[in-house]
């Protein structure tokens, strides 16, 4: 049975009990692909390899849409696993209350995955005023079938760019990115994103916040935050 869409540009918020702990956490999803895009999620540039939505196979099985991403390696454009939204997953999301991102992953391709996200902030052209980049390596084998992972967006977790600050970046988010990197960078002098064979599915992405009451109160709020569609140029 397929999870209940909760897709943001509808604001129609699911709110689900999902951690089974003592600490309770409230994941919202926002995006599970059923509507047959990709919900944002592209690819800036030239590249061989756009992001697909895949009709079925999620970790809900047949007929469950999820997000396919593809990287080729080599020299060509498409060499490298990177993805960003800038459309939904834009706004405040300290003010939001959200600690943490939470995802299905599948490691469809040859290579072993290693996983990060990249808040963006832009305020004008040019280089970006602020960058956020998550510090864990979030490990995804090759051939590990679907799994659950997050980011934890503590600040213990986050480091800045070459940009900014930290706080700047996540008060003030413009472009979420997923992308695959061992090393904790991000281009900028001295530094890329090493070139990868890999397809990866990925579903079920959501924003996590801590409590119950939090997560009632933030329907408002995180329709205010992320649902600001802000098409920023980029550098």
Do not use: K
């Not at 918020?13 to 956490?25: C, D, K, M, P, R």
């Amino acid at each position: 049975m397929h999870r209940q869409s909760c897709v943001v540009t509808t604001l129609s918020f699911v709110v689900t009990l999902g951690l089974a702990s003592s600490a309770v956490a409230i994941p919202i999803l926002v995006d599970d692909f059923e509507d047959g895009t990709t919900m944002g999620w592209a690819v800036p540039g030239p590249t061989l390899v756009p992001p697909t939505n895949v009709a079925t196979g999620g970790p809900g099985g047949v007929g469950d849409a999820y997000l396919q991403l593809q990287a080729i390696g080599g020299a060509a454009a498409g060499s490298r696993l990177s993805v960003l939204n800038e459309t939904q997953w834009t706004g405040d999301f300290r003010a939001a209350g959200i600690t943490a991102i939470r995802m299905d992953v599948n490691n469809f391709g040859p290579d072993d995955l290693v996983l990060r996200l990249l808040f963006e902030d832009f305020d004008a052209p040019g280089p970006p005023a602020n960058l956020a980049m998550t510090v864990a390596n979030v490990a995804v084998p090759s051939g590990g079938g679907w799994m659950s992972v997050v980011f934890d967006l503590s600040p213990a977790n986050l480091i800045p760019g070459v940009f900014g600050t930290v706080e700047g970046a996540l008060t003030d988010v413009g472009v979420m990115r997923l992308f695959h990197n061992p090393v904790a960078a991000f281009p900028g002098p001295g530094l890329g994103i090493p070139t990868v064979t890999a397809t990866l599915g990925v579903d079920n992405i959501a924003a996590i916040v801590p409590e119950p009451a939090t997560g009632a109160l933030l329907i408002g709020g995180l329709a205010a935050t992320l649902m600001r569609t802000r098409r920023r140029p980029r550098p």
